[in-house]
């Protein structure tokens, strides 16, 4: 009898196990939103916005990055950046409900976002990828930023592309 139960026991565990990534995914899958389904999007400029730092010991660097976002919505957007240089602070903030449509004649449309980074000229020479991130609590679309710090002059940093 103690062998039958061990065996039922074993064979309900094992199904238990076969059928809990099934559920977990239906889950998880429930809880995942279209993305095409929001009504709002964080413009690309094409290549990486580029920040050039002359590396200095003794001098603290600021600048600001801007962005766009088209199409309208109901809440607020919460914005940022992330990737940056040991150090270095970015102001967040958000948009507040609104909208901001192309230009029907030339497809251009406004600005409406930007936020100051600043920190210290004193870190390793390298280039430091970011990303601008925007997010309605739902969906988060980013967008590439560089922060070069180098000895190269600025216009030099700027021409340098990749």
Not at 29 to 38: I, L, T
Not at 42 to 62: I, K, N, T
Not at 69 to 74: C, E, F, N, Y
């Amino acid at each position: 009898m103690r062998a039958i139960l061990r065996s039922v026991r074993s064979a309900l565990t094992f199904t238990a196990a076969l059928l809990l990534p099934l559920v977990g995914s239906s889950a998880v899958a429930s809880a995942q939103v279209d993305p095409r389904a929001h009504t709002w999007h964080l413009e690309d400029f094409g290549d990486a916005q580029r920040m050039c730092v002359h590396y200095s010991p003794d001098r603290v660097h600021g600048s600001y990055f801007l962005f766009a976002v088209t199409g309208a919505w109901s809440t607020n957007l919460r914005f940022g950046v992330h990737g940056l240089p040991p150090g270095w602070t970015a102001t967040e903030g958000h948009l507040a409900p609104g909208s901001n449509h192309p230009d029907p004649d030339d497809g251009s449309f406004r600005i409406n976002g930007g936020m100051s980074v600043s920190g210290p000229a004193s870190v390793p020479i390298d280039v430091y990828d970011g990303k601008i991130w925007v997010s309605d609590g739902v969906v988060t679309e980013t967008t590439a930023v560089e922060i070069v710090v180098t000895t190269a002059s600025w216009l030099e940093c700027m021409q340098a592309r990749d």
